[in-house]
């Protein structure tokens, strides 16, 4: 019997092992399940496919509506174009086939014309968030492939900082699934006609910023969406807010004075015509791990930091900023003041 015990003891533990590894694994899946259930209804779902010669209307924005009923998915897509007379649910070898045989075949998904002139077809779909193959009949039966998600991904909020010269793009990290990365527009207009040429693609949905040089004077227009990489096809959010960034210049205050005194050090810098300052101090003098104070009066010309060790080198650097609609210019640093504090 005690055999037997310390046998049956093993046998739940590695079953306890065993289904803890598959509810880690679980936990850990970055794209939904091919096998959503949904209740009946109507819904909308994105929709991405493989070919330029097969879209998805502009007006659509990627999307479709859909009917979910006893547990089956029929999507409403509506084509761009008026090229393809019908849809099969199979290859285009398949469907040619199928045509020679029976061209009148029901298993063939006819176009239907809408209220917009659009070319529209019902199609089944099996599972989200996988590729689904069909074929379309244009001159001849071609290959087409399609992926339906029912997550949509909301805009992501876009804004900025300038200092010399240098635009930091920066938005909101994306949280829905399947987000691979950006894509960032620039341009000179704000009909985005004269684009800037910058690298538009920005990888990894936490990376949320990117670096633009600017041309003093010129205004900047900029606008970013999230890429969704759906079984290996390629879908994208609406537009974010656009951005105007004008690159003005932001004169640079001069630290005027940094006086020690016991566990502080009190700064004082020359006013200019700002929203405000930031302060920073560190321990050294490349300013690595430095604390930022921020003043948001132009008034304030001083301004004292508590809290410092004795016998410590403290070094001190301001600049000023301007806040604008979206987002906020800085000055370059000052030159930078060091003291020991007493």
């Keep these: 019997m005690k055999h ?25 899946e970055a794209v939904p399940s091919g096998e959503t259930v949904l209740e009946d209804g109507t819904y909308t779902f994105g929709v991405v496919t493989n070919s330029k010669m097969f879209k998805i209307t502009a007006e659509d924005n990627g999307t ?48 239907k014309t809408d209220a917009d002139g659009k070319y529209t077809y019902e199609v089944p779909v099996e599972s989200l968030y996988k590729t689904i193959k069909l074929s379309a009949r244009g001159s001849r039966w071609f290959d087409r492939e399609m992926v339906f998600y029912n997550v949509l991904p909301e805009p992501v909020k876009a804004s900025y900082t300038i200092q010399t010269d240098t635009l930091s793009f920066k938005w909101t990290k994306a949280s829905e699934p399947c987000v691979s990365g950006y894509e960032v527009a620039c341009a000179y207009d704000a009909d985005f006609t004269d684009p800037v040429p910058i690298d538009s693609i920005v990888n990894g949905q936490g990376t949320t910023s990117t670096k633009i040089y600017l041309e003093k004077g010129d205004t900047y227009y900029l606008k970013v969406r999230s890429i969704l990489t759906i079984d290996g096809l390629q879908a994208y959010s609406d537009w974010s807010n656009v951005v105007t960034a004008k690159n003005i210049t932001v004169s640079k205050p001069k630290l005027s004075s940094v006086t020690a005194g016991a566990s502080k050090a009190a700064v004082k810098w020359t006013k200019k015509s700002v929203t405000g300052y930031e302060i920073q101090y560190a321990t050294s003098s490349s300013f690595k791990s ?20 004795k016998g410590k080198t403290y070094y001190f650097r301001i ?8 987002g906020v210019c800085y000055s370059a640093w000052s030159a930078k003041k060091s003291v020991k504090i007493k």
């Design 4 to 28: 037997l015990r310390q046998f049956l003891c093993i046998i739940m533990c590695l079953v306890m092992i065993f289904t803890t590894g598959i509810t880690a694994f679980a936990d850990t």
């Design 64 to 111: 479709c509506q859909a009917v979910v009923k006893d547990g089956k998915i029929t999507a409403t897509i509506r084509l761009s174009g008026d090229g393809y007379s019908k849809l099969y649910m199979g290859s285009a070898e398949e469907a040619a086939a199928l045509e020679a045989k029976d061209k009148n075949s029901s298993e063939f998904i006819p176009y």
């Design 290 to 309: 430095a604390k930022t104070v921020k003043i948001s009066k132009s008034s304030t010309v001083s301004r004292t930091i508590k809290n410092l060790k």
């Design 319 to 326: 600049r000023a900023y301007k806040n604008t609609a979206d």
